[in-house]
């Protein structure tokens, strides 16, 4: 499924295939909530990379979060970028070294209609902001910390993987 996408100020358009479209996954950590959450979370997509298009790519900036080891008390900076719009601030897409094949829009960020999920995960439940209360569908799942299953693997199950 083709998405198109863009920041608030329009300085930066962007469209990318996607396979795995549904708005499902509400992270509640406190890199999504700070950078990108409205309502305490933020709802990443999964796209493939090489299909990433840009228009205004010259106001696009990127941060890595600072990540603190919850045993050692370390703060290194992750290998991931958040690609934002340097004019307004809109957040857009993550995208990982790790898996560079992969790239993660904001469902935020997109325009195109987006397919409602039957189901929704709601991940990093013990990193939310005490005034945040999860609204739990009756088939939604929650987690603590990372879900049992990934995206594609969400959209393979309930066989909504868009091609």
Request: hydrophobic share 35%.
């Amino acid at each position: 499924m083709k998405l198109e996408g863009s920041c608030h100020c329009g300085d930066v358009r962007f469209s990318v295939e996607s396979d795995h479209p549904y708005p499902f996954n509400l992270c509640y950590c406190s890199i999504c909530r700070k950078t990108a959450g409205g309502g305490g979370y933020a709802i990443n997509l999964g796209a493939r990379f090489e299909t990433l298009q840009i228009d205004g790519a010259d106001h696009i900036r990127t941060y890595s979060a600072l990540m603190t080891d919850a045993e050692t008390g370390e703060a290194t900076r992750s290998p991931a970028e958040r690609s934002f719009c340097g004019t307004c601030g809109s957040a857009l897409w993550l995208w990982d070294p790790r898996w560079p094949e992969l790239v993660h829009p904001l469902a935020s960020a997109i325009d195109s209609e987006l397919p409602k999920p039957p189901e929704k995960t709601h991940l990093m439940l013990a990193s939310k902001a005490s005034w945040v209360e999860p609204e739990f569908g009756p088939k939604d799942k929650g987690f603590d910390h990372y879900p049992d299953e990934s995206i594609a693997a969400w959209h393979q199950r309930l066989n909504l993987e868009v091609k």
